[in-house]
Nanobody, 125 residues
Framework: HVQLVESGGGSVQAGGSLRLSCTVSGYTYDKYCMGWFRQAPGKAREGVAAISSGGGATAYGDSVKGRFTISRDNVKNTLYLQMNSLRPEDTAMYYC???????????????????WGRGTQVTVS
């Protein structure tokens, strides 16, 4: 049974930082590509960042490039998203996702992930 549990969300002022975490269980974590997505009320889901199974390749959405960093710890079975210089438009529910398919940067654009967490709320004011 695959489980992804996000944490680290909260409220922060514009210009501040947050680090999201996603702990995973139920599968061989280091074999899976991972990603972060977000969805604000009334808006479509947006790909934030993705990382290959070994961590050697990453992809970012245009709106977060240079501000957010995705990383993973394959010993702790944990995915991270470091978010700096936060803006009010970053306010959204953030979801962690996993997929066992081959890495491609298009996975982020297409939302091509099989397993999803329940999300953690980030509010920037």
């Amino acid at each position: 049974h695959v489980q992804l549990v996000e944490s680290g969300g909260g409220s922060v002022q514009a210009g501040g930082s947050l680090r999201l975490s996603c702990t995973v269980s139920g599968y061989t974590y280091d074999k899976y590509c991972m990603g972060w997505f977000r969805q604000a009320p009334g808006k479509a889901r947006e790909g934030v960042a993705a990382i290959s199974s070994g961590g050697g390749a990453t992809a970012y959405g245009d709106s977060v490039k240079g501000r957010f960093t995705i990383s993973r710890d394959n010993v702790k079975n944990t995915l991270y998203l470091q978010m700096n210089s936060l803006r009010p438009e970053d306010t959204a529910m953030y979801y962690c996702a996993a997929d066992g398919g081959a890495w491609s940067s298009s996975k982020l654009r297409l939302g091509d992930f099989r397993f999803w967490g329940r999300g953690t709320q980030v509010t920037v004011s």
